[in-house]
């Protein structure tokens, strides 16, 4: 069975400073791996994806996540943050076939970004 | 561009209630899947449909029925509301199933908030 840790419900961080959120997927298979944004009050929606390739993967809003397999990894970070990033940040894996296993989510970290 | 779409955004039930959920979807997606969201808890699926025609049971299907209406639609029914089923209920929808879908990246609709007292 899949699935995604992250470490860290909340995370702090000032304006202009690194964002770093943590993510670490279990698969028996090579994943796919997402990162979801939830602004408040609204829905989930992709940052970016890792299927195959590169390993660093490119975001919209200035995100991009590196997959790293001999550490189980796929942490998201933005150089500098900015207020508009405050939101809950998801991680998700999938299989190549997901007919048999649907996107699974991680529990969600909530960032904050102080002024 | 309405991508996808759930009624009621709010409701109120009193405990043994029953209630439908409605999503649509018109992107012409084959696959769709209802989630529910809980503090500290992430995202759940409860159930979701492959394609028109087929439903199959998620993580946490108890006490919830489904209903793949057409290739747009797809309800959650809450036959006898319980106080644990209070929570925010997301729709999504994606391309659909098949070789490499599990790269298919999901749509979500803004979320139905349903409070059972």
């Known amino acids: 069975a899949q699935s995604v840790t992250q470490l860290g419900s909340h995370v702090s961080v000032s304006e202009g400073a690194l964002v770093l959120l943590r993510c670490n997927y279990s698969s028996s298979v090579p994943p796919y791996l997402f990162w979801y944004v939830q602004y408040p009050n609204q829905g989930l929606q992709l940052l970016l994806k890792y299927t195959t390739g590169a390993t660093l993967v490119k975001g919209i809003n200035g995100f991009e996540a590196e997959f790293k397999k001999s550490e189980t990894s796929f942490h998201l970070t933005k150089p500098s943050a900015h207020m508009s990033d405050a939101a809950e940040y998801f991680c998700a894996v999938s299989s190549p076939n997901s007919g048999n296993t649907p996107l699974v989510f991680g529990k969600g970290t909530r960032l904050s970004v102080i002024a | 561009n309405a991508g996808v779409t759930q009624t009621p955004k709010f409701q109120v039930l009193k405990t043994g209630q029953s209630m439908t959920l409605q999503c649509a979807q018109d992107?012409?997606?084959?696959?769709m899947y209802w989630y529910r969201q809980d503090p500290g808890m992430g995202l759940r699926l409860i159930y979701y449909?492959?394609?028109?025609?087929?439903?199959d049971k998620g993580e946490v299907p108890n006490g919830y029925n489904v209903s793949r209406l057409n290739k747009r639609e797809f309800s959650l029914r809450l036959e006898s509301a319980a106080p644990s089923q209070t929570s925010v209920y997301f729709c999504?929808?994606?391309?659909?199933?098949?070789?490499?879908?599990?790269?298919?990246?999901?749509?979500f609709g803004a979320g139905s908030r349903l409070t059972v007292l």
């Open positions: 992107m012409n997606h084959n696959s």
């Open positions: 449909s492959a394609s028109e025609g087929t439903t």
């Open positions: 999504a929808s994606s391309v659909g199933w098949g070789q490499s879908s599990g790269a298919n990246v999901l749509t």
